[in-house]
């Protein structure tokens, strides 16, 4: 499916499940050989997924946000395949996998322009069964729900949407990645469920 159709329809009532393949570490940085064609086969639907994960949108179902930058755009994602979701600050985080609260961050005060701003993101990160993690980035201030070595359930409130860290506009940056043996980031396709996609 073309990258247009995808980004229309994730920002309404959820309608279809996504394929799509997420590479990084956090907001503010970015894997040394993204993987874009890799990425770009599967956003488009050129190469099909039917057994990876399935995931969660990182948010309460029934809702909806406004996706405003995808993979390898080119306002701060060039080099980075992560997605940014549009939320109204102190909106609901959600887990969109199972797993363990590896590490957090919520004393961050601002969020800003300068690249000085970046040590001011909080964050969650979640470490899957598999070994993948997942990020949620630029979260409220104290809005954290969940402690480190928790165990969290697949959309479970975990945090509030906020605006730290470097960042123009309140919003959830939401990347997953995984590891090889050598410890580098490795791209992982990852799968969203929908409300009227057939469970898997």
């Known amino acids: 499916m073309a990258l247009l159709f995808f980004m229309k329809y994730l920002q309404l009532p959820l309608l279809f499940t996504f394929i799509i393949s997420i590479i ?27 057994t990876s994960y399935v995931y969660d949108l990182p948010y309460p179902k029934g809702m909806s946000f406004r996706l405003v930058q995808d993979y390898y755009t ?7 395949a992560a997605l940014d979701f549009r939320m ?15 590490k957090t961050k919520q004393d961050g005060t601002k969020g800003g322009f300068q690249r000085s701003d970046r040590s001011f993101a909080n964050y969650i990160i979640i470490e899957h069964v598999d070994g993948s993690r997942a990020g949620y980035w630029h979260l409220r201030r104290n809005s954290i729900f969940v402690n480190v070595g928790d165990s969290v359930l697949k959309g479970q409130p ?3 949407s906020g605006n ?11 990347i997953v990645w995984s590891f090889d043996k050598d410890r580098n980031f490795l791209q992982q396709p990852t799968r969203f469920r929908t409300q009227k996609e057939i469970d898997i």
């Open 164 to 174: 730290t860290g470097l960042t123009f506009f309140p919003h959830l940056h939401f």
């Open 88 to 102: 109204p600050i102190g909106s609901t985080v959600c887990a969109a996998r199972e797993g363990v609260i590896y």
């Open 74 to 80: 080119h306002l701060t994602h060039k080099r980075r």
């Open 158 to 160: 975990i945090a509030l």
């Open 24 to 50: 990084g570490i956090s907001s503010c940085t970015y894997t040394k050989i993204p993987q874009r064609k890799e990425t770009k086969l599967l956003v488009k639907g050129k190469v099909v997924d039917t």
